[in-house]
């Protein structure tokens, strides 16, 4: 039985207290944000009060896609040009990939490897069937979707339990092939907030007619509230994907805000360098624990669901963590947000220390 994401949050508490250390989620990535979120956010805020409310007022029926709005703003970002890919806002990625079976022409969709629950789960929904690519060759991946009569593949990237990000020249080498067998090749770029802006597969928009790639803006800098999604694609895909993704799911605060953030170019860079050195530090505390490894760019350590209760015994939270296998079948692992911030670590580190007393 499947699961999305959303229900692994029902009745979990997200902060710290005094007696557990809550390792559920990234509570304390934004203080290594730059420029400072709170500022940036503050500023556009006060912008639009100082203006009269010019983007409160503005019913964008004239963008409803925020395109003519963003796409500078993207570009600028990802340091690529505005003619070489389309944009379509959406509310948050779930929301974006809740619309996107309906890409899929025939009842089957590839997908690789193993992955967030949400797409399979909207896939079964709307009547199709998540099927998993199994092969490491790109041709005979692209073999496995055409025989399944499927005009649709889809991966995450960075993946959260492969080590090396996949490189941008194999996936060129994979929408290739893709292409010249008329599928589709949809990725969910969610977490690659935490890569580089030169990372992302936007950069292929221009060489891949059939390309779709999703960004948001939850994971890295926090801002879920916002509720943005962008599904960016080659501009050969723009009137199709507008015919399934709504109009006007963004509030104009919304773009205002995003707006500034993306011009602000790699605001991650100095949280990325910590993430790396916390989860190093957080491993090594966890040595001798069955520790599962996850993406390198990812702020996580994975450990079997049973562990839960060891942990809630030493006064650390996780949450578990459902992932996609294959069919209609889900894995759950137990997941630690890596503690970014010195104080928390500490805790961390104490608490370890109690279990090997």
């Known amino acids: 039985m499947l699961n999305r994401a959303i229900d692994s949050y029902r009745h979990l508490k997200l902060d710290d207290t005094p007696e557990r250390l809550n390792l559920a989620w990234t509570q304390d990535e934004r203080d290594f944000i730059t420029p400072s979120l709170n500022g940036l956010i503050t ?12 983007a409160t007022w503005h019913y964008a029926v004239d963008d409803p896609w925020g395109e003519q709005r963003l796409a500078p703003a993207i570009a600028h970002y990802f340091g690529i040009q505005k003619k070489d890919f389309a944009l379509a806002c959406g509310a948050g990625v779930i929301q974006l990939l809740s619309t996107l079976p309906a890409l899929s022409a025939g009842r089957h969709v590839a997908i690789a490897s193993e992955v967030y629950p949400d797409f399979p789960w909207w896939l079964t929904h709307s009547g199709r069937r998540a099927e998993r690519i199994s092969s490491a060759t790109v041709a005979e991946s692209v073999r496995q979707a055409s025989s399944l009569d499927s005009n649709l593949y889809f991966l995450e990237r960075p993946a959260l339990m492969q080590g090396a990000v996949t490189s941008l020249e194999s996936i060129y080498e994979l929408g290739d092939a893709l292409a010249s067998a008329g599928i589709r090749l949809l990725i969910d ?22 390309l779709i790639v999703l960004r948001g803006m939850s994971k890295a800098w926090g801002l879920g509230g916002l509720r943005m999604g962008f599904c960016l694609s080659s501009p050969a895909l723009r009137n199709i994907l507008r015919e399934h993704i709504p109009p006007l799911l963004n509030p104009s605060l919304t773009l205002r805000i995003t707006y500034a953030l993306l011009m602000a170019k790699d605001s991650t860079l100095a949280l990325r360098a910590r993430i790396q050195e916390q989860k190093q530090a957080a491993l090594g505390l966890f040595s001798g624990w069955p520790v599962i490894p996850s993406s390198e760019a990812m702020p996580y350590i994975f450990l079997p669901s049973g562990e839960e209760p060891a942990l809630r015994r030493l006064g650390i939270g996780g949450k578990q963590h459902h992932f996609w296998q294959k069919a209609d079948t889900s894995t759950t692992l137990l997941r630690l947000s890596v503690p970014l911030e010195a104080s928390r670590m500490q805790r961390l580190e104490q608490a370890l220390k109690e279990h090997t007393r």
């Open 43 to 54: 500023r556009s805020l006060q912008e639009e009060i100082e203006g009269l409310l010019p």
């Open 189 to 210: 770029e969610s977490n690659a907030n935490y890569l580089a802006p030169s990372c992302s597969a936007v950069h292929l928009l221009a060489r891949l007619p059939n």
